[in-house]
């Protein structure tokens, strides 16, 4: 299996967690809450997760000590940001992928759990970033960040 696949293997996991938690739970309750779930359950499958992970980086000559946390980092390589609210506002998806151009990881889920759905509430954010190609893209340009 290649990188990319894992990765999409990866993503896959937590989206199916996630899908699952919201149809126990539903929306409306503190993020904290949606935090402990999904990590438990994948480490229950074999997945190494870091919850409030700081993150320190150097800018300019200047290192910024725990500059800030990512909700739940999977395996090194994909950030979660979670949310809890009724909309997401366009600073959540800059934010995440902030953290992921930072970390220089190649993707991150956003999903928040106060959407009705999950199909509503989970975004993939890529950094440079390829999935593999299938007919519905071919021929399209692909904007990356």
Do not use: W
């Not at 320190?56 to 979660?80: M, Q, T, Y």
């Amino acid at each position: 299996m290649n990188r990319r696949q894992e990765i999409d293997e990866i993503t896959g996991q937590v989206v199916d967690a996630a899908i699952k938690l919201h149809t126990r739970l539903g929306p409306g309750l503190l993020e904290s809450v949606y935090e402990l779930d999904p990590a438990n359950e994948l480490e229950r499958r074999g997945l190494m997760v870091e919850r409030q992970k700081p993150v320190s980086f150097e800018f300019d000559g200047l290192r910024l000590e725990d500059a800030f946390r990512v909700d739940l980092l999977v395996e090194g390589c994909v950030v979660v940001e979670l949310k809890s609210v009724e909309t997401l506002a366009p600073v959540h998806s800059k934010q995440i992928l902030t953290y992921i151009r930072l970390l220089n990881l190649p993707v991150g889920l956003l999903i928040n759990f106060g959407a009705a759905t999950m199909k509503e509430g989970l975004h993939r954010v890529v950094n440079n970033y390829q999935p593999p190609s299938s007919a519905l893209f071919e021929g399209r340009k692909r904007v990356s960040a």
